[in-house]
């Protein structure tokens, strides 16, 4: 009985215990929940935004979508750079069960190189297994033809096609046009974010000018992707806008004449409209196919290209500085006339050399015995170099460099083609500037004739050509016809753009020039009279030999004994029809050494190809 | 002895009877509902969590009617006989940790399953009441508050399955199985200042175990908690990413099966110990109080069936049952909400999982067996 209600006690004691611990539980679990409840307050309510961010950026991503390259065209809708699809075999990782298998089988029907595998199997490793891996470029079309008929035997192996620029043309025209190629890493830091995506970029010529309009407006695509950065929808979509095509001044059959006509020998061409400054061909030769520099030449071809001696990388028509030689003489002839130190009537006798006072060097001519009594018509027409010493003697150099610089000898034309040379017009300045050195007067002989200090590209020459021929209106040469956007609708034409005019004194003096030019074409003792004969249009010209070597006093040129590089240059430039000029061309034919039977019968077909319709 | 108390309990209940059978079953109503609307719930999220996979929600409804017919047949044995019964079911958990130690299978790096042939069991399941229920048993047989030798052999008895489960090892479950043998001792009314002395005694305890009993990746995993930015890709990962589902779940949430962390892959095990980032992602901090409510509600119902219960070892037995259930919430939402280290706890009753679930719905057996099965004091 004690025992009982001492048990009986301990039983009430127990349970007072017992249930003021339960209560204690409760209040602890209460707690507990409340430091849940304000943990979730502070993720939900107040870090809520920080956490909307970071959950967005987990889902969310922005795609770029590169815009397709404007084409290039010649004047007349000649297609010269377009975008061609280009197949690639791909591999998704993810829906392939067995790789080894499938690139067995894929071997068996189409040869695919070790290296590509190597190449396969090293992003096999680094790559997510829902992406798909490149296994072999640039399929032909027998492949995939092949590939295509065998696809459902290889699940998760695609054939993609990729636009990628192509040059119908191959080499014609590749130094006005240039190439695009891979951008590189040095292109990337300096390329904006409308490049995102985009692979290629202008390397160099028309590619390279109007990059900006060619290239487009890069598009983008919001797509919501899961943990795996797989794509599962599409949130936004903001298409690409193509590139502008362009229209290049450039006519595919005045361009193929100017190539055709240098063949296999070194040289350039510039064919420029005096009317519109509209440049209607540009060669150089020789060129080269661009279309492998597109995805990365070879090393080895490409140093074939870069080692030639003949340069073909070398863009001759914008680059080239070459001694203007004889093609000097119209201009330096107008400014003795314009300047008034000669007329036509002035007649200079030539004995074959001129000397200066007191210095008995003597400063030959090309005809070793003279040419007689010459006036200005004559000394054009058979290139008579004392007259223009002595013309060039009179004038002084500041004279001959104050007009000569009128017509932008020694600056750039502005032609829309990267890399274009400046030439040299030289003057006191200059030469006391670059050389450090006074002017002396034999300098002056010598800037006379086109030779000494005097370098100018091809382009400036055909440019200084048609501004004689328009007497003396400017207009900025360029390749850049007009742009159409990508819709595909009219034509934006660019303007002609006239950078000055050369300031007449009298127009006589330069109808007497263009007369003078005429006769070196159109008469028995021109020196270009070969290109004359049976011309259905009449053209005014000048022929000039520049000379590469320095041959000493009294020494004869003797072409048998000079290697080929030293031979002299042979020019022409010229303009027609005489009467209404509507081309202007300068040709030079490096070491051609004869500018009336080399570099003249070249601008002829040029002209032909231009200004005789078929 | 037992078989006539047995038929009294029939009795007993017989003569409660008005017909009809599921008045006849001891079911303790007030709890079943709670557990029925959290389990409905549960198979709510998990459908979204699964990415509506429906043989995912099909199967844990299997699950959930087998740990629900597993519950009420529990609920049918009265106290006393469960208190017989304890130390062979206490016995037998402990042979099988051992067996499982000896021949368990390998999963995820650790030894946790035996096979028996048909099906393969986990044996540290059994311990979260087996656990329980033997310190409640012990310390039943002795007048309250028990002496200090007597806590300290039911410490001893604690360890044993704790160390054996630590060493599968499970940090999650002997975490369980230990805050299940210990809430015991605190309710049989042991002297605050014993408990503060043990506090202190884990405290010193910690470093011990930090250098000498913790795995790398458990030691991976608490470090990380403490720094998850240090490994946002690793270990990291899970952390950051459910902070991610929660926080931007915001007040309302972003609305069933519209969760973009949970939807998209970004929330790891998002179906079972993340689930709670997939349901707060989608139904806000509104949800969470509804189902924090839901769970409050359970906790204060097996409160009061502990409060009410009339046998020293069903009450003790009762109270730890419920704290322990409190105790999966807690680390559970602790865990995934970034305040404690990761722990593989399932949230109960909406995790997928069968195992855990038809271990709690045994607790929650044992819970409506003390609660139907008491005796008017008056009779």
């Not at chain 1, 914008?318 to 000097?328: D, F, N």
């Not at chain 1, 004038?395 to 040299?424: C, H, V, W």
């Not at chain 1, 290697?563 to 005489?578: C, I, N, Q, T």
């Not at chain 2, 949800?287 to 119902?301: A, P, T, W």
Request: proline fraction near 5%.
């Amino acid at each position: 009985m004690q025992h009982s209600q001492v048990k009986l006690k301990d039983h009430i004691r127990e349970t007072r215990l017992f249930n003021s611990r339960v209560i204690i539980a409760g209040v602890v679990v209460v707690l507990l929940l409340g430091v849940l409840i304000a943990r979730m307050v502070y993720l939900q309510v107040l870090s809520h935004d920080h956490y909307t961010t970071l959950s967005q950026n987990n889902r969310v991503s922005i795609i770029s979508v590169p815009p397709p390259r404007g084409l290039i065209f010649d004047r007349n809708g000649n297609v010269l750079a377009e975008n061609l699809p280009s197949f690639t075999l791909e591999l998704i990782p993810e829906k392939i069960k067995d790789v080894d298998a499938t690139l067995a089988g894929l071997q068996d029907v189409i040869e695919i190189s070790e290296s590509n595998i190597k190449r396969f199997r090293k992003a096999l490793k680094r790559n997510r297994a829902f992406k798909s891996i490149p296994l072999k470029f640039r399929l032909d079309e027998t492949e995939v033809a092949r590939l295509s008929v065998r696809q459902h035997q290889f699940p998760g192996v695609d054939i993609k096609a990729e636009l990628m620029r192509h040059y119908p043309y191959a080499s014609l025209g590749v130094h006005a046009l240039g190439y695009v190629g891979r951008i590189n890493e040095k292109e990337i830091k300096e390329l904006d974010t409308n490049y995102v995506g985009t692979t290629h970029i202008g390397k160099t010529g028309i590619e390279r000018y109007y990059e900006d309009e060619l290239h487009g407006t890069v598009g983008y695509r919001k797509i919501e992707s899961n943990a795996r950065g797989r794509v599962l929808r599409v949130l936004e979509d903001q298409p690409p806008v193509p590139g502008q095509n362009i229209y290049l001044t450039l006519d595919v059959k005045v361009q193929a004449a100017a190539e055709g006509a240098l063949e296999n020998r070194r040289g350039a061409v510039v064919a420029i409209d005096p009317r519109t400054g509209e440049v209607l061909a540009l060669a150089s030769m020789p060129g080269f196919d661009p279309n492998p520099f597109v995805n990365g030449i070879e090393y080895k071809a490409y140093r074939e290209l870069a080692d030639s001696t003949d340069r073909p990388l070398f863009n001759r028509a914008v680059k080239g500085r070459y001694p203007p030689g004889s093609t000097m003489k119209p201009f330096v002839g107008l400014a003795g006339m314009e300047y008034d130190v000669v007329h036509g009537g002035t007649k200079i006798a030539c004995k074959g050399w001129f000397q200066l006072k007191n210095d008995d060097h003597k400063y030959r001519d090309w005809k070793r015995t003279g040419h007689g009594d010459m006036t200005l018509l004559g000394a054009i027409r058979e290139s008579c170099d004392v007259y223009f010493y002595d013309l060039a003697l009179e004038l002084g150099i500041d004279r001959i460099y104050a007009f000569n610089k009128q017509f932008d000898f020694g600056m750039r034309s502005g032609i829309d083609i990267p890399g274009e040379t400046s030439g040299i017009l030289p003057s006191r300045q200059w030469k006391r500037k670059v050389k450090h050195l006074a002017w002396y007067p034999g300098e002056t002989l010598i800037t006379g004739i086109g030779q000494g200090f005097n370098v100018a590209s091809p382009i400036q020459l055909a440019y200084a050509t048609a501004t004689l021929s328009t007497y003396g209106l400017k207009i900025r040469p360029h390749l850049g016809y007009a742009v159409q956007n990508s819709e595909g609708e009219e034509l934006q034409y660019f303007e002609p753009e006239i950078l000055g005019l050369v300031p007449i004194i009298k127009k006589n003096n330069w109808d007497y020039m263009h007369h003078s030019m005429k006769r070196v074409v159109h008469s028995p003792r021109g020196t270009a009279r070969k290109i004359g004969i049976n011309s259905p249009y009449k053209m005014a010209g000048k022929t000039g030999t520049a000379q590469v070597y320095g041959i000493k006093q009294d020494e004869k040129y003797d072409k048998e004994g000079l290697e080929d590089h030293l031979r002299d240059h042979a020019l022409f430039v010229s303009f027609a029809p005489f009467d209404d000029p509507q081309i202007a061309v300068a040709v030079i034919v490096e070491n051609g050494e004869s500018g009336g039977s080399v570099a003249a019968p070249i601008a002829r077909k040029v002209m032909d190809a231009h200004l005789v319709r078929p | 002895m037992a078989r006539s108390r047995l038929s009294a309990g029939l009795e007993n209940t017989n003569q409660k009877q008005n017909g009809g059978f599921l008045s006849d079953l001891h079911i303790d109503w007030p709890l079943m509902t709670g557990l029925i609307a959290l389990s409905i719930f549960g198979l709510v999220v998990l459908y979204s969590a699964s990415g509506e996979n429906w043989t995912t929600v099909s199967r844990q409804m299997i699950w959930m009617s087998i740990a629900f017919l597993v519950m009420i047949f529990v609920a049918q044995i009265p106290p006393h006989h469960i208190q017989f019964w304890t130390p062979w079911v206490f016995g037998f958990g402990v042979l099988l940790l051992v067996a499982v130690l000896l021949f368990g299978e390998v999963g995820k790096g650790a030894q946790r399953w035996l096979n028996l042939g048909l099906f393969r069991v986990q044996p540290s399941e059994i311990m979260k009441f087996a656990c329980p229920m033997m310190v409640a048993w012990y310390m039943a047989e002795k007048s309250l508050p028990p002496s200090t030798s007597r806590i300290l052999i039911a410490l001893i008895i604690l360890a044993i399955p704790v160390a054996l489960i630590a060493k599968q090892p499970d940090l999650g479950t002997s975490i369980l199985v230990a805050s299940a043998g210990i809430f015991v001792l605190l309710f049989t009314g042991i002297s605050w200042f014993l408990i503060g002395g043990f506090g202190v005694l884990l405290a010193a305890a910690a470093p011990v175990v930090w250098f000498y009993y913790m795995h790398d990746y458990q030691r991976q995993r608490v470090l990380t908690f403490l720094n998850p930015e240090s490994d946002p890709l690793g270990s990291g990962y899970h952390i950051i990413q459910s902070k991610i589902a929660i926080g931007s779940g915001g007040l309302y949430g972003k609305g069933w099966l519209n969760g973009t962390q949970s939807q998209l892959d970004f929330l790891p095990e998002r179906s079972t110990d993340f689930i709670f980032a997939v349901f707060s992602e989608e139904f806000g901090l509104v949800g969470v109080l509804v189902l924090l409510s839901l769970y409050l509600y359970i906790v204060v119902r097996g409160l009061i069936i502990a409060y009410e219960a009339q046998s020293t070892f069903a009450r003790l037995l009762a109270g730890s049952l419920v704290l322990t259930f409190m105790v999966y919430i807690v680390v559970n939402i602790g865990m995934v909400s970034g305040l404690l280290p990761v722990v593989g706890v399932p949230l109960p009753l909406v995790s997928y999982g069968g195992t855990s679930m038809v271990t709690l719905m045994i607790a929650f057996g044992m819970l409506m067996s003390i609660q139907t099965h008491r005796k008017l004091l008056t009779s």
